[in-house]
């Protein structure tokens, strides 16, 4: 179930208690008033089933209640209560299943948002992966996957291209490019003071890796797994099973490949550093077009059951 606190004009809150009390899945209904300061207005409060929730908000953004008031949703991790039973029975489809698509730019557009803590935790995991490169460790590698954080801004540019929000799109785009651009070149640095002081050597990098040489040899194994990889974590977004996006995040080479071209560039290695390019890009591509495609289908997923209802 999802909570609702809404500020309305008070003469638009019998339009919006109208569009509550018509919108199936709907219960708890409270109407407060006069209670709202600022914005001044009356305070509407209603609890309404997951699967529901989407198409109540916007009819809710419909009336310009985003504009002249407030909406604010809350998540309701329990709630004990017969009305709250049948109202997520009447509702259709499941829960789980549902796609809040007003949550879900809002999401996209904190996570896109290129910024100092993106950058360093994109430049750290490039770090500790360019340490797995040379040393060979495939714990470094799975390790490095987990920190680095560039499935936000491709769930942002999967999200503005199904919505057509050209401003996320350009936001997520910007934050990938520039946040892969600076963690390569700080990881350049990085390998430069590692082999001054006799850490990192063109011979370990060279060598032959059993357990890492997968990140500069791109195959279409990498897309496969790249696209059941964007439709896992796109599917975790959307139904807010978070825990699923760290198993996406081990899934797929991204950081590991830009750390293994950046310490390749150093070493004047270009074999290894335009495979490793490609092997991101191909990686890239793959989720941005699984998370496209699966949002699209949930998208027409959910049309179609409310034309049901």
């Avoid at 300061?37 to 997951?50: E, I, K, N, S, T």
């Avoid at 997520?172 to 050597?201: K, N, P, R, W």
């Avoid at 011979?203 to 500069?216: K, Q």
């Avoid at 991204?254 to 950046?262: C, E, Q, S, Y």
Wanted: proline share 3%.
């Amino acid at each position: 179930m999802l909570h609702l606190r809404l500020i309305t004009p008070a003469d638009r809150t019998d339009e919006v208690v109208r569009l509550i009390e018509t919108t199936i899945g709907t219960t708890h209904l409270v109407v407060l008033p006069g209670a709202a300061r600022a914005p001044a207005g009356d305070l509407v409060l209603c609890d309404v089933a997951r699967e529901a929730g989407d198409g109540l908000i916007a009819g809710l953004r419909r009336l310009g209640l985003d504009d002249t008031g407030s909406i604010a949703v809350e998540t309701i991790d329990l709630s004990l209560s017969r009305r709250a039973d049948k109202a997520e029975a009447d509702a259709p489809g499941e829960g789980a299943d549902a796609v809040l698509w007003e949550g879900l730019t809002d999401a996209t557009h904190e996570e896109s948002t290129l910024s100092v803590t993106y950058v360093a935790f994109i430049t750290l995991a490039t770090m500790i992966a360019a340490c797995g490169v040379v040393l060979d460790n495939a714990v470094l590698i799975v390790g490095a996957m987990a920190v680095g954080p560039e499935f936000g801004p491709l769930a942002g540019v999967c999200t503005a291209l199904v919505q057509r929000h050209p401003r996320l799109a350009w936001r997520s785009l910007i934050a990938l490019l520039v946040g892969f651009a600076a963690a390569m070149a700080l990881t350049s640095a990085f390998s430069v003071l590692m082999d001054a002081v006799g850490l990192f050597s063109k011979a370990e990098l060279e060598a032959d890796r059993p357990n890492t040489g997968f990140i500069y040899a791109p195959d279409w194994f990498s897309f496969v797994v790249a696209v059941l990889a964007g439709i896992a974590g796109t599917l975790s977004l959307t139904s807010a099973k978070s825990g699923a996006l760290v198993g996406v995040a081990i899934s797929v080479t991204t950081v590991p490949a830009a750390a293994n071209a950046a310490v390749a560039l150093v070493y004047g290695d270009t074999g290894q550093t335009a495979r490793s390019s490609e092997q991101l890009l191909l990686n890239l591509l793959g989720i941005v077009v699984a998370g496209t495609l699966t949002l699209l289908a949930q998208k027409y997923f959910w049309a179609r059951q409310r034309q049901r209802a």
